[in-house]
């Protein structure tokens, strides 16, 4: 069936380092990709949203990249900060659903 | 904050019982979705509605209903509860009829004992 997966469920860097977290997705269809990030004890905070038709957006401090023919999403973090340790989701558009991935927490050290 | 309001922020209740969760959308959205988040199935979509009707379902169990009443608030009911419906119950809306940049509540936690 359909789903959302993350590679890594832990990611551990240094404060000023820069973070990749990566998803795989499984259905060709999704027209939608979008990045969330969900800190202890909140809701999901939307960072970074990508078209199916777009291989790479920018926002501030994060990218998001999209290979569509290994159907693997990337969310770039750069210059790391200990406020950005939190749980992040990659989601899929299929329809009006949204499709979570499981998380991946990232921890940043100073 | 996301400008999304869900109450009550904790419940605690026993099997068998029912529950109502209500949440409040940002000004000016039309669309409310529904999520659960447990530990093993992560977050999983349940039900939307837009502007007063069932818009999408996803994995939204018989014994849970929700609505979205004129005033745009939605209240998601669960019934019959069971051991396994313990989770983290979100709420998020949006401006548009799909679900781009939806915004997320802060969550009500249910713990049934």
């Known amino acids: 069936g359909e789903s959302v997966g993350l590679h890594l469920p832990t990611l551990s860097v240094q404060e000023g380092d820069n973070s990749i977290i990566n998803c795989a997705y499984s259905?060709?269809?999704?027209?939608?990709f979008i990045w969330y990030k969900q800190e202890s004890g909140k809701g999901p905070q939307f960072i970074i949203d990508?078209?199916?038709?777009?291989d790479k957006r920018q926002g501030q401090r994060v990218t998001v990249l999209l290979n569509k023919t290994v159907k693997h999403l990337s969310l770039q973090i750069a210059a790391t900060q200990p406020g950005d340790s939190a749980v992040y989701f990659c989601a899929s558009q299929a329809g009006t659903a949204l499709i979570f991935g499981k998380g991946t927490t990232l921890s940043v050290s100073s | 904050d996301s400008g999304v309001t869900q109450t009550p922020k904790h419940l605690i209740t026993a099997t068998g019982q029912r529950v109502t969760l209500r949440c409040s959308p940002r000004?000016?959205?039309?669309?409310v979705y529904w999520y659960q988040q447990s530990l093993d199935q992560g977050l999983q979509f349940l039900i939307q509605?837009?502007?007063?009707?069932?818009?999408a379902k996803g994995n939204i169990l018989e014994r849970f209903s929700a609505q979205q009443f004129p005033d745009l608030h939605s209240e998601l009911n669960l019934s019959s509860l069971e051991l396994g419906d313990s989770a983290l119950y979100f709420c998020?809306?949006?401006?548009?009829?799909?679900?781009?940049?939806?915004?997320f509540g802060p969550g009500t936690r249910l713990t049934v004992t």
């Open positions: 509605y837009y502007n007063g009707e069932e818009r």
């Open positions: 998020a809306s949006s401006v548009h009829r799909g679900s781009y940049e939806q915004y």
């Open positions: 990508i078209r199916s038709n777009m």
């Open positions: 000004s000016g959205d039309l669309s």
């Open positions: 259905n060709s269809a999704s027209d939608y």
